[in-house]
């Protein structure tokens, strides 16, 4: 069933009150409302309507084993869905509270279990997009809200990736323009001995540490298999996925210039189209390549690729490549700040393919993995 997906352009700071009411009306209702937050736009429904939520998974072709986040208006609400709260989580919510991060607490028994994917625990966060929190006060609700995308693709950054995956699907989109992050929140497990990293995100570790010492993090992205009952399924491999296949190349510029003289070719030969997503550093190394180009900002400016990167790997499935060999974001194990969540959803876009360019036998293994995704496609 098709439903006429209704558009409203909103100020981004002062959003029209009408359309705000509008949109809370059709979340106490059930339907389904897109909105902006300050990480992505989040796809929402009422919460604590078991039925509203079913909605959620069926738009997104999303696997009900994959628990969404919960969206609250301000700190307040927070007893009303998760119980046995920690000391901690108050001290972290007033520090990052409205922002980017994500806590996994105990669930309220009135949260249905489908928002959670049948766990005890709940994911909260409170967006800091006066958009959305002008949307949670008007509702009185708490919305569960996954990013507003098509299951595995890029998460959204404007209203218009929203309608490139969900028109028809879903009742209003609340469009105020690209979102300043422009990757999902961080979140954190507050229900196990000791506060773990489940996804590097907007809020970063070394702001988290400030108040989490003992913060756990993976050393590698986090990598989690669909039936294996994952901890976090975000973390499954595929997430963050452009049509095209991605592969990351890791290494000296120097090198990777010479590894990409030598692979584009060979790739043309065998009748693929090639995209690069390089750093504005790189880009005239590359610039008369027989391929096509997307530059993902400088890597001096990791807030500005972040806001990009997404929007970037949707641009490039546009101009119709079958390949997208991408750069990693800085240096293994010294990543900093964003370049840990940028990293994260490169590596998980690459479904985990990384080359490093100075091997000898680079060209050969991405000839490889790419005659096999070709053979996994084909079955
Ligand atoms: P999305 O909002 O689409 O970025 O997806 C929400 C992500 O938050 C999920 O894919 C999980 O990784 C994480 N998450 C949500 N709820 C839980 C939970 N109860 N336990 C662990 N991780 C969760
Ligand atoms: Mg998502």
């Given at each position: 069933?098709t439903i006429a997906t209704?558009v ?5 700071v002062?959003?029209d009150?009408a359309?705000i009411?509008?949109?809370?009306q ?8 897109a909105?902006?937050?300050?990480t ?7 919460a604590l ?7 959620i ?13 919960v ?5 307040v609400?927070?007893?009303s869905?998760?119980?046995?709260i ?7 919510a007033e520090?990052?509270?409205p922002g ?5 607490l105990?669930?309220?028994s009135r ?12 994911a909260?966060?409170v967006p ?5 929190l002008?949307l949670?006060?008007?509702c ?15 998460s959204p950054t404007?209203?218009q990736?929203?309608?490139d995956?969900?028109n028809?699907r879903i009742?209003?989109?609340l ?6 992050i422009?990757?999902?929140s ?5 229900t ?13 570790v ?8 003992d ?9 989690t298999?669909?039936t294996?009952g994952?901890?976090s399924?975000g ?8 049509r ?8 000296e ?6 590894f990409?003289?030598?692979?584009v070719?060979?790739?043309i030969?065998r ?5 690069l997503?390089?750093f504005d550093?790189?880009?005239p ?14 890597q001096?400016d990791?807030?500005?690729?972040a ?7 949707r ?6 490549v079958?390949v997208?060999?991408?750069?990693t974001m800085?240096?293994?194990?010294t990543?900093?700040?964003l370049?840990m969540a ?6 998980r876009?690459?479904e985990?393919r990384i ?6 036998d680079a060209?050969?293994?991405l000839l490889?993995?790419l005659?096999?995704?070709?053979e996994e496609r084909?079955?």
């Amino acid at each position: 069933m098709t439903i006429a997906t209704q558009v409203f352009h909103v100020d981004p700071v002062h959003p029209d009150p009408a359309a705000i009411a509008a949109a809370a009306q059709a979340l106490v209702e059930g339907c389904l409302v897109a909105f902006p937050t300050e990480t992505v736009y989040g796809l929402g429904a009422d919460a604590l309507n078991a039925q509203a939520v079913e909605r959620i998974f069926i738009a997104k072709q999303r696997p009900f084993s994959d628990p969404l986040i919960v969206h609250l208006a301000s700190l307040v609400q927070l007893e009303s869905v998760a119980v046995e709260i920690p000391a901690i989580a108050y001290a972290l919510a007033e520090r990052f509270w409205p922002g980017p991060l994500t806590l996994v607490l105990r669930r309220h028994s009135r949260v249905p279990p489908i928002v959670s994917a049948g766990r005890d625990t709940v994911a909260v966060r409170v967006p800091a997009h006066p958009v959305a929190l002008a949307l949670l006060r008007a509702c009185a609700l708490p919305v569960a809200a996954p990013s507003a995308n098509l299951f595995s693709r890029p998460s959204p950054t404007t209203a218009q990736h929203v309608l490139d995956d969900l028109n028809g699907r879903i009742h209003i989109v609340l469009d105020a323009g690209p979102t300043s992050i422009g990757l999902e929140s961080t979140v954190i497990d507050l229900t196990q001995s000791a506060p773990r990293l489940l996804r590097p995100g907007g809020a970063t570790v070394d702001a988290l540490r400030t108040l989490l010492p003992d913060l756990r993090t993976p050393e590698a992205p986090l990598v989690t298999s669909e039936t294996e009952g994952a901890v976090s399924p975000g973390t499954l491999l595929k997430h963050c996925s452009p049509r095209a296949q991605v592969v990351l190349l890791m290494g000296e510029a120097e090198a990777a210039l010479h590894f990409l003289r030598k692979v584009v070719p060979m790739l043309i030969e065998r009748g693929m189209r090639v995209g690069l997503l390089i750093f504005d550093e790189e880009a005239p190394n590359v610039a008369n390549l027989p391929a096509t180009l997307v530059t993902a900002g400088s890597q001096r400016d990791p807030a500005g690729v972040a806001r990009r990167l997404f929007a970037r790997l949707r641009a490039l499935d546009r101009l119709g490549v079958d390949v997208i060999l991408a750069r990693t974001m800085g240096q293994e194990s010294t990543r900093t700040g964003l370049e840990m969540a940028i990293h994260d959803r490169l590596f998980r876009a690459a479904e985990g393919r990384i080359l490093d360019v100075a091997a000898p036998d680079a060209p050969d293994l991405l000839l490889g993995h790419l005659s096999q995704l070709k053979e996994e496609r084909e079955r």
